[in-house]
């Protein structure tokens, strides 16, 4: 049964990664912590529940799947960096 999996180790890797990416930036922008971590389970929970469902019609595209994943992962770490960089910038100006 877990044969089926390994084509999405990457993705399963990536979107952990991804998730922690964004809740920092959520961190950074001042978010509530417990609604963030809320929202952030309830995203995971849907998307094991997709992951579930979808698995055998998305077996064709896991590559690009992958891929994707990775992409939005690389997007997401230089949005991230980008807004921490400024943010102590502002920081060392003396800026709110």
Same mark, same amino acid.
């Given at each position: 049964?877990? *044969? $089926?999996?390994?084509?999405?180790? @990457?993705?399963?890797?990536?979107?952990?990664?991804? /998730?922690?990416?964004?809740?920092? %930036? @959520?961190?950074? =922008?001042?978010? /509530?912590?417990?609604?963030? #971590?809320?929202?952030?389970?309830?995203?995971?929970?849907?998307?094991?529940?997709?992951?579930?469902? =979808?698995? *055998? =019609?998305?077996? $064709?595209?896991? /590559?690009?799947?992958?891929?994707?994943? #990775?992409?939005?992962?690389?997007?997401? #770490?230089? %949005?991230?960096?980008? @807004?921490?960089?400024? /943010?102590?910038?502002?920081? *060392?100006? @003396?800026? $709110?």
């Amino acid at each position: 049964m877990l *044969e $089926q999996f390994i084509p999405f180790i @990457g993705l399963i890797i990536f979107g952990n990664i991804e /998730n922690l990416i964004l809740a920092s %930036q @959520g961190v950074v =922008a001042g978010v /509530n912590p417990r609604i963030l #971590g809320l929202l952030s389970i309830i995203v995971v929970l849907i998307w094991i529940f997709i992951g579930f469902v =979808a698995t *055998e =019609a998305a077996m $064709q595209y896991s /590559n690009y799947i992958t891929f994707l994943g #990775g992409l939005a992962i690389v997007i997401l #770490g230089f %949005q991230s960096i980008h @807004g921490a960089v400024r /943010n102590l910038r502002k920081a *060392e100006r @003396g800026e $709110q």
